[in-house]
């Protein structure tokens, strides 16, 4: 039996590889602080109904699709293709609390989800099964372009957020915008 090196060093270097990959993956949750909420939220002096409604159209205003809005709460899209092979969507979601029971004090909690997708080509072979042959594979291919999502991500930036909630309190105080009165949420 004759010795080889070559062999040995091959297999160390594989398992040197594999126990790399193996190795502990960072957990993501130890990263949440829970430490403050000024990125998230925001308090307006005006009932939950109110804030929704001009979050809403702050959404609107910024070409957003809303898929669902009723008095505490309004779901948005928007999409974006900012390369030929890259889509890119944006999922608002924004849900309005009295802050008491007087209800003339409303927070607003949002959130941003970002997904990312790839244009990605999915090869395809053709094969011919014959009875007497068994199956017999033809040099006819295809290939289909298709997204696939490859990534997905809460939008943590403090001034994308800023922005919204300025925009929103822009409803809020304009004279365009009609009185709060006329928010209240029907009985």
Do not use: W
């Not at 307006?44 to 929704?52: N, R």
């Not at 709460?73 to 979601?93: L, T």
């Not at 957020?161 to 709060?180: G, H, I, K, M, S």
Request: hydrophobic share 40%.
């Amino acid at each position: 039996m004759q010795f080889s090196y070559r062999a040995l060093f091959m297999q160390a270097a594989l398992f040197m590889l594999l126990t790399g990959c193996a190795g502990p993956k960072p957990i993501v949750y130890t990263e949440e602080k829970f430490d403050s909420a000024d990125i998230y939220t925001r308090r307006f002096p005006v009932s939950a109904y109110a804030a929704c409604e001009a979050a809403r159209r702050a959404l609107l205003s910024q070409g957003y699709v809303i898929s669902a809005a009723n008095a505490n709460q309004v779901d948005g899209r928007k999409s974006f293709q900012p390369e030929n092979d890259v889509h890119v969507q944006i999922a608002f979601r924004v849900v309005c609390a009295a802050d008491n029971l007087g209800d003339n004090i409303a927070s607003i909690f949002v959130n941003a989800l970002e997904d990312r997708y790839a244009l990605k080509k999915v090869n395809n072979s053709a094969s011919l099964g014959v009875g007497a042959l068994g199956s017999v594979s033809l040099p006819f291919s295809s290939s289909d372009d298709s997204l696939v999502k490859v990534a997905s991500e809460t939008i943590s930036a403090e001034k994308f957020y800023a922005r919204f909630y300025q925009l929103v309190e822009r409803y809020l105080t304009n004279d365009a915008t009609p009185n709060t009165e006329l928010f209240e949420q029907p009985r």
